[in-house]
């Protein structure tokens, strides 16, 4: 499998970046919609997985069902997508190359957000609640327990696990961009993306499904959902911006090399000459 070196992919990332920000505003939101319905469909599949795994297989249902979450980001980035992670990692580092300016990157975080949380919505509530397949027995349980426990952390632990997240998706779509076929890029998006879930990472288009997907079902309320948003988007901003973008813009970015000035000798030689 051909790959390139972190300084090449540092450099691919940042043409991302760019082409990111000069995607129409209509673009973006039909690939920002495609992005969080993939997530939330990954999540569906989780639930979907994990919930039937009682008695002597309880044990490893984290593990199987975070084995399976990644199709979601694997989805997104080699059959089409704008992500909200990925993109506090790209853009971001596009915005350090001098690239762009501060208010494209803004303005495509923006435009993410709204399209992410429509297409997460959009799974939630009509494959989850009018389906049903996250309001019968034994997937409402998997549903709220796993909203519950997203809901039920303090805003420094929400903040702190979405740090942990970013940093381990922002390195699954590094990886992607380093590989050159189709094989490699899967490798890259999985392990990294199936580990953060396996921890228990906060991940913000995740939680427009998983939360929601509750609430559609009669448990919790949208001013907690905020109350957790707010953290875990800012956390997920913090870990795929400064340790991914940032930490690798400063590691590898090309110095300009220093230039020896020799005019203050140059008269000396003269004088001397004479």
């Known amino acids: 499998m051909a790959y390139s070196k972190p300084d090449k992919i540092m450099e691919i990332t940042v043409e991302n970046g760019v082409k990111k920000t000069k995607y129409a505003s209509l673009q973006t939101l039909i690939l920002g919609f495609e992005a969080g319905a993939f997530i939330a469909l990954g999540y569906l599949l989780y639930i979907r997985i994990t919930a039937t795994m009682t008695g002597d297989f309880a044990g490893i249902s984290s593990l199987v069902g975070a084995s399976v979450f990644p199709i979601g980001l694997i989805l997104t980035l080699l059959g089409g997508g704008e992500l909200l992670t990925g993109n506090m990692m790209a853009v971001p580092l596009a915005r350090m190359a001098k690239k762009i300016t501060t208010g494209k990157l803004l303005y495509n975080w923006l435009l993410v957000t709204l399209s992410n949380f ?4 959009f799974v939630a509530y009509f494959f989850g609640h009018v389906v049903g397949l996250t309001e019968t027995a034994p997937f409402l349980e998997k549903t709220v327990s796993i909203a519950q426990h997203k809901l039920e952390v ?9 740090i942990g997240c970013n940093w381990l998706v922002a390195s699954a779509v ?4 380093g590989a050159e076929d189709m094989s490699g890029k ?3 998006i999985w392990f990294p993306t199936m580990s953060f879930v ?3 990472f906060q991940h913000v288009v995740a939680n427009m499904f998983v939360i929601p997907a509750a609430i559609f079902a009669g448990h919790f309320t949208w001013m907690e959902y905020l109350q957790n948003f707010v953290p875990v988007f800012l956390g997920n901003a913090v870990g795929g911006t400064i340790f991914i973008a940032m930490a690798y813009y400063h590691a590898y970015r090309k110095h300009e090399p220093i230039k020896k000035s020799t005019t203050i000798f140059q008269p000396m030689r003269k004088t001397a000459a004479k």
């Open 154 to 162: 303090s805003f420094i632990q929400a903040f702190v696990s979405g």
């Open 198 to 200: 396996a921890i228990g």
């Open 186 to 188: 899967i490798l890259g």
């Open 174 to 177: 590094w990886l992607c961009y």
């Open 118 to 121: 429509v297409g997460a919505i």
